[in-house]
């Protein structure tokens, strides 16, 4: 199957600090990918669709302006946790659907990434 | 709205015992629903998935689950579990051709004891 990694894969930074994640597909176009943050012992929450080429679309509750979505290219979208505090601490995951023709254009979900704000 | 319930927050089984991990879903038109596994501070790893046609779906690693859409129900299934088996276990899904995310259930933790 096709391929999406993230980076990095874990990540530790102050209080007050930006951090950036990078979800790529490695051999496949995706013009859309999914941010989903995962809490301990909780499930996935979608948190924002990014759009290659516009604006991504934020689930209600996400703050667009803490989480920067940046889709620059067909393979690439960059999420920006920006003045992160302890409570953004989670793992962050991504996933791209595959397009091709066919009935179902299966999604491939990135490693994840975990974050932890100090 | 689509959902998913997992009724059961954990589930323990002996190796060797056959597994049951239940879910079902709430979806308008015909669900595509999916079954991921996931390891400690891992990311997802795809099992499953039915789309169309037959309802017993078979995945990785020995697993099935068999789509009853009567009870609207997608449970996974073992005939032999391994210890090496215990893990967080999320029911999914999604509600057309996969361009939209997929509505996860709240996870089943699978314990399987030796």
């Known amino acids: 199957g096709a391929v999406v990694s993230q980076h990095p894969s874990w990540v530790i930074c102050k209080s007050g600090t930006s951090v950036k994640i990078e979800c790529r597909s490695l051999d496949f176009q995706a013009t859309t990918m999914f941010w989903y943050r995962q809490f301990p012992k909780q499930s996935l929450m979608l948190m924002a669709t990014s759009n290659e080429g516009s604006k991504a679309t934020y689930e209600q509750g996400v703050e667009k302006d803490k989480f920067l979505i940046n889709h620059a290219s067909l393979t690439l979208s960059t999420l920006t946790v920006t003045s992160a505090h302890p409570e953004d601490s989670s793992f962050y995951i991504c996933?791209?659907?595959?397009?091709?023709?066919?009935?179902?254009?299966?999604?491939?979900f990135g490693p994840g990434t975990r974050l932890t704000v100090l | 709205a689509q959902s998913v319930a997992q009724p059961e927050d954990q589930v323990n089984v002996a190796e060797g015992n056959p597994l049951t991990v239940k879910c079902t879903y709430s979806?308008?038109?015909?669900?595509?629903l999916f079954w991921y596994v996931q390891y400690p501070n891992r990311g997802l790893q795809f099992l499953l998935k039915?789309?169309?046609?037959?309802?017993l779906v078979k995945g990785s690693y020995g697993f099935e689950a068999e789509f009853n859409k009567s009870q609207t129900s997608f449970h996974l299934k073992k005939p032999s579990a391994l210890v090496s088996d215990s893990a967080l276990y999320f029911c999914?899904?999604?509600?057309?051709?996969?361009?939209?995310?997929?509505?996860f259930g709240k996870g089943t933790r699978l314990s399987v004891i030796a």
């Open positions: 979806v308008s038109g015909n669900p595509y």
């Open positions: 999914a899904v999604s509600p057309n051709s996969g361009n939209t995310p997929l509505v």
């Open positions: 996933s791209a659907p595959q397009r091709g023709g066919r009935a179902y254009n299966e999604q491939f």
């Open positions: 039915y789309i169309t046609g037959d309802n």
